[in-house]
């Protein structure tokens, strides 16, 4: 029997089978997954295949999956989501600020994995003039480099219906920082699903987190069959480390600075101190941004020093 997983609660899987069942079901201990230093084996958006017994004994070919790190074995990763069709990255530049590291490693990590990113800024009510003229200047630096940005308002409404449009009969990672309003988004995304929110911790600033495991969530036409796509709720995520990248691969997952790496004298620059480094060039010239350029640096500091670094 083959089927989709649609939840992760720790040790159990919900496998929504081909005919429509809802299925509680487990892996055996040894059911590992060669080449990928995990924590998890089988991720919410795995096709699996389960025995009689709620046994899941395969696993299909992943088209893509994207990781962050584990919570508590710093040298594995643990896989968010797999077989996705784009990812949102929920940000905001107030209440809280997300950093464009934490943006800029987010994308790193997508490209790398091969999932398209829409980068989705949340709290548009909240800006004065001043932030909404930065979040403008964000909103620009991104664009400029390639990505969609849509500018919403979980809490008003405003921007939702363009970002459903989106989804439409697609397999979608809602993502970011714990506090930029996942919840409140995915509430308003699919009607009666009814997520628990939390309020912002006033003492750091920061997002409570609301969601321990992933969860596909069907999207359906007035909460009836059939089904029109998915909306992947994750855990709120602090950092993305250098999972199973190398130093030279990492200037390929920055798409500003890969287009001017190839005017590079060296083959093998490092776009760091080189002689007729093109890289190093455009970052003076401004056109490639400071902040991406020391987000890249930040990423190769993680393989140099063997560590991961959280993107705060």
Same mark, same amino acid.
């Given at each position: 029997?083959?089927?989709?997983?649609?939840?992760?609660?720790?040790?159990?899987?919900?496998?929504?089978?081909?005919?429509?069942?809802?299925?509680?079901?487990?892996?055996?201990?040894?059911?590992?997954?060669?080449?990928?230093? *995990? *924590?998890?084996?089988?991720?919410?958006?795995?096709?699996?295949?389960?025995? +009689?017994?709620?046994?899941?004994?395969?696993? +299909?070919?992943?088209?893509?999956?994207?990781?962050?790190?584990?919570?508590?074995?710093?040298?594995?990763?643990?896989?968010?989501?797999?077989?996705?069709?784009?990812?949102?990255?929920?940000?905001?530049?107030?209440?809280?600020? *997300?950093?464009?590291?934490?943006?800029?490693?987010?994308?790193?990590?997508?490209?790398?994995?091969?999932?398209?990113?829409?980068?989705?800024?949340?709290?548009?009510?909240?800006?004065?003039?001043?932030?909404?003229?930065?979040?403008?200047?964000?909103?620009?630096?991104? +664009?400029?480099?390639?990505?969609?940005?849509?500018?919403?308002?979980?809490?008003?409404?405003?921007?939702?219906? $363009?970002?459903?449009?989106?989804?439409?009969?697609?397999?979608?990672?809602?993502?970011?920082?714990?506090?930029? @309003?996942?919840? *409140?988004?995915?509430? =308003?995304?699919?009607? &009666?699903?009814?997520?628990? /929110?939390?309020?912002?911790?006033?003492?750091?600033?920061?997002?409570? #987190?609301?969601?321990?495991?992933?969860?596909?969530?069907?999207?359906?036409?007035?909460? #009836? $069959?059939?089904?029109?796509?998915?909306?992947?709720? /994750?855990?709120?995520?602090?950092?993305? @480390?250098?999972?199973?990248?190398?130093?030279?691969?990492?200037? &390929?997952?920055?798409?500003?600075?890969?287009?001017?790496?190839?005017?590079?004298?060296?083959?093998?620059?490092?776009?760091?101190?080189?002689?007729?480094?093109?890289?190093? =060039?455009?970052? $003076?010239?401004?056109?490639?941004?400071?902040?991406?350029?020391?987000?890249?640096?930040?990423?190769?500091?993680?393989?140099?020093?063997?560590?991961?670094? +959280?993107?705060?």
């Amino acid at each position: 029997m083959k089927g989709l997983v649609v939840k992760n609660t720790g040790s159990w899987y919900t496998v929504r089978t081909d005919d429509g069942q809802l299925l509680d079901c487990k892996i055996k201990g040894n059911f590992r997954l060669k080449g990928i230093r *995990t *924590t998890n084996p089988v991720a919410v958006g795995d096709r699996v295949e389960v025995n +009689e017994e709620g046994w899941i004994v395969a696993i +299909e070919d992943r088209r893509n999956y994207i990781i962050r790190k584990s919570i508590n074995l710093s040298k594995q990763s643990h896989i968010i989501a797999a077989n996705v069709d784009q990812a949102f990255l929920v940000v905001t530049v107030v209440n809280p600020q *997300t950093s464009t590291t934490f943006i800029d490693r987010f994308l790193a990590s997508a490209e790398a994995y091969r999932v398209p990113v829409v980068l989705v800024f949340n709290k548009t009510d909240l800006l004065d003039d001043d932030l909404q003229r930065y979040q403008e200047a964000v909103v620009n630096l991104y +664009e400029t480099i390639g990505y969609e940005c849509r500018q919403v308002s979980a809490q008003t409404g405003s921007g939702i219906d $363009e970002l459903r449009h989106l989804m439409a009969g697609k397999i979608t990672l809602l993502s970011g920082n714990s506090g930029v @309003g996942k919840s *409140t988004l995915i509430n =308003k995304l699919v009607p &009666g699903v009814n997520l628990r /929110t939390a309020e912002i911790s006033d003492a750091h600033n920061m997002g409570m #987190h609301t969601t321990t495991f992933s969860e596909m969530i069907p999207l359906t036409a007035n909460g #009836h $069959e059939p089904i029109a796509g998915y909306l992947i709720d /994750t855990p709120g995520i602090k950092g993305f @480390g250098t999972f199973d990248m190398e130093p030279e691969e990492i200037t &390929g997952y920055f798409k500003d600075i890969f287009h001017f790496s190839k005017d590079c004298r060296f083959s093998n620059c490092t776009h760091t101190h080189e002689p007729g480094c093109a890289v190093l =060039k455009a970052v $003076e010239d401004h056109y490639i941004a400071e902040s991406r350029y020391q987000s890249y640096l930040s990423m190769l500091d993680d393989k140099e020093e063997g560590k991961y670094r +959280e993107a705060q």
